[in-house]
């Protein structure tokens, strides 16, 4: 359907507007005491209410903050943004609190999960707090991540929609075939982002009730992209083939909603959410206007969670998501296998190679191709190339980059040295190595 | 934000803890203007006018915020 895509970005020079579709980041990341347990301090006084706040949230738990930048252009500037915003939060922290710098929570013990599920301040979303305690309980809900939020320029949608016309009845039309052409090969891809971002590799003492399942029994890429981490539950009938099309996300997700299975669209754990219009049916009519990318594991070695290098990659690799063809003729099937492939990534030993290299190096030689042909920034192509990198060296990922750092199963120690003013991050761990700056 | 003087940083630094959105903007002689909204409310300032007082400041441009800011849910 999106035929010649790339051609005609070329055709119309807007390969520079692509180059500033917006990015939002929202970062969720938990508040810790001095002794590592999630903070018993209430959400900070001198913050602004929850009520209407743009910049700074809370979720599940009190102490998981969540914060959130405005769409902005520039890489630079959502990162200053969320420089700012994250120094407000310090700030406005008691003097024994911490940042968790990790997705996975800390060391539970049944006391702190009991005060989580106890202790919660926002009586509007009570009723669906107490339906997500009992259907997941505490501790898969006190997961943390990054999610990237993505729109193209309008006028890049209708410059190119010109082209399309015979084949799209509206512009709508088209503006949901490229996001959802976005989404799809998100999807279908899914695996790459984990293996290079994937930085959850192991589960701290509480986080399983029972057993530690055996695949966890060392450490892994990601527990928080696998099976064992943010997926909706089978019974639930969301699963991955809710990508297959526009409209089977729609009716899906509608449906399960109206037979109760989902609290609201907000249950829906998928790797990529449409967003932008209140009710899910509103897709088809007015269309999709950013899209929110949901598995990103918060990154230790930068203050922010996620570095200027990973940004400027992400960015041109949703370029190349936008222009690469779908073979929709056996979509169930291609999704149902993505989603596999992915769980198999995410579990594999951080420090080896990966399963999908040989494909891996395939996207990136696609990807460096598309720079070229769109003359992309020197910054662009500097983290492509770092990147690549990264793919045939698995040790310069971020979960290999933590074995080092784990000692008896366990990341807790990291908040042995406190910084000394009390209100800074807890020091994120130093780089091995250039070239990976994950 | 960088470019900033120190009272128009802490007033940015203040509008966030409070959720008043903020935006960087220039006007047409390429002076640096703070764009803040707050409850459909907006008011620009010049970045070089903000006073040593900006949280006070903030209070004159946004009366309701004061009570509307502490309540926590």
């Avoid at chain 1, 989580?116 to 107490?130: G, I, L, M, N, S």
């Amino acid at each position: 359907m999106l035929e010649n895509l790339l051609a005609y970005i070329k055709q119309e020079d807007v390969a520079e507007q692509l180059y500033h579709s917006l990015i939002g980041i929202e970062i969720e990341e938990h508040r810790i005491q001095s002794d590592g347990q999630l903070s018993r301090h209430p959400y900070p006084k001198n913050l602004g209410s929850r009520k209407y706040h743009p910049y700074l949230q809370s979720d599940f738990s009190e102490s998981m903050n969540e914060l959130i930048t405005d769409p902005n252009p520039n890489i630079s500037g959502v990162l200053d943004q969320l420089d700012t915003i994250q120094t407000v939060l310090y700030r406005s922290m008691k003097d024994d609190e911490y940042i968790w710098p990790l997705s996975m929570p800390p060391a539970l013990s049944q006391e702190d999960i009991h005060f989580v599920a106890t202790h919660f301040e926002r009586p509007p979303f009570q009723k669906y707090r107490d339906y997500l305690t009992q259907k997941y309980q505490v501790p898969l809900k006190i997961v943390t991540g990054l999610h990237v939020n993505f729109s193209i320029p309008e006028p890049v949608i209708n410059r190119l929609y010109t082209h399309y016309e015979n084949q799209f009845k509206t512009l709508v039309e088209f503006k949901n075939a490229l996001y959802f052409q976005i989404t799809q090969n998100f999807v279908l891809h899914r695996w790459l982002l984990t293996y290079l971002f994937g930085a959850s590799p192991i589960a701290e003492k509480g986080f399983f009730s029972g057993e530690t399942p055996k695949e966890l029994k060392q450490p892994v890429r990601s527990i928080r992209n696998s099976i064992y981490g943010y997926v909706n539950k089978p019974a639930d009938q969301v699963n991955v083939t809710v990508y297959s099309s526009l409209g089977n996300y729609v009716d899906r997700i509608s449906d399960a909603i109206a037979k109760h299975r989902l609290f609201s669209a907000a249950e829906f754990y998928g790797p990529v959410r449409l967003r932008g219009q209140a009710s899910l049916k509103d897709y088809r009519t007015r269309g999709i206007s950013y899209l929110e990318f949901r598995v990103m594991d918060n990154t230790p070695f930068t203050p922010n969670g996620i570095s200027r290098h990973a940004l400027y990659f992400l960015k041109f690799y949703l370029m190349y998501l936008l222009v690469h063809p779908v073979d929709i003729s056996n979509i169930h099937e291609q999704l149902k296998q993505s989603f596999d492939d992915n769980n198999r990534v995410a579990l594999e030993s951080p420090d080896q190679p990966t399963f999908k290299e040989a494909e891996g190096i395939k996207i990136f030689n696609e990807l460096i191709e598309i720079a070229k042909q769109l003359h992309a920034h020197s910054e662009q192509l500097q983290a492509l190339d770092d990147f690549s990198e990264v793919l045939s060296h698995p040790e310069l990922t971020a979960s290999a980059m933590l074995l080092p750092k784990i000692k008896n199963n366990s990341l807790m120690h990291l908040v042995s040295k406190p910084p000394k003013n009390g209100k800074l991050v807890v020091p994120r761990l130093t780089t091995c190595c250039q070239p990976c700056q994950i | 934000m960088s470019n900033l003087n120190s009272n128009a940083q802490r007033l940015i630094f203040h509008a966030i803890a409070l959720g008043i959105r903020y935006y960087e903007v220039r006007d047409e002689h390429g002076e640096e203007l703070l764009m803040l909204t707050y409850d459909n409310l907006t008011q620009v300032v010049y970045a070089n006018k903000v006073n040593d007082q900006p949280l006070e400041y903030l209070y004159e441009l946004f009366p309701d915020i004061k009570e509307a800011a502490w309540k926590h849910w």
